[in-house]
Nanobody
Framework: QVQLVESGGGLVQPGGSLRLSCAVS????????MGWYRQASGKERELVAV??????TYADSVKGRFTISRDNAKNTVYLQMNSLKPEDTAVYYC???????????WGQGTQVTVSS
């Protein structure tokens, strides 16, 4: 059973930073597609950042502020979030797509609240 566990969320003031982590229970060395989505209250889930076959893609709303990265040795995916804004408030979910099992896997989400 593949498990993804997010951590690092919390309450931060506007302009602050957070780093989200997503620990994956399997080796991610061969995982080419992984990323982060978010869902604000009353809104649909939206893409934040995706790592896909060596290329990173970001939502326009987070470009220049957020950075996705991975540590294969730790089987962990990160989302560094800088210059946070109140509109970044949401539950953040990480996911991976496994070509071996031809499906994606999701974490349980971590709450990020940006407020003064």
């Amino acid at each position: 059973q593949v498990q993804l566990v997010e951590s690092g969320g919390g309450l931060v003031q506007p302009g602050g930073s957070l780093r989200l982590s997503c620990a994956v229970s399997i080796s991610i060395r061969s995982i080419n597609t992984m990323g982060w989505y978010r869902q604000a209250s009353g809104k649909e889930r939206e893409l934040v950042a995706v790592f896909n076959s060596g290329a990173n893609t970001y939502a326009d709303s987070v470009k220049g502020r957020f950075t996705i990265s991975r540590d294969n040795a730790k089987n962990t995916v990160y989302l560094q979030m800088n210059s946070l804004k109140p509109e970044d408030t949401a539950v953040y979910y990480c996911y991976i797509y496994s070509r071996l099992s031809a499906r994606d896997y999701w974490g349980q989400g971590t709450q990020v609240t940006v407020s003064s």
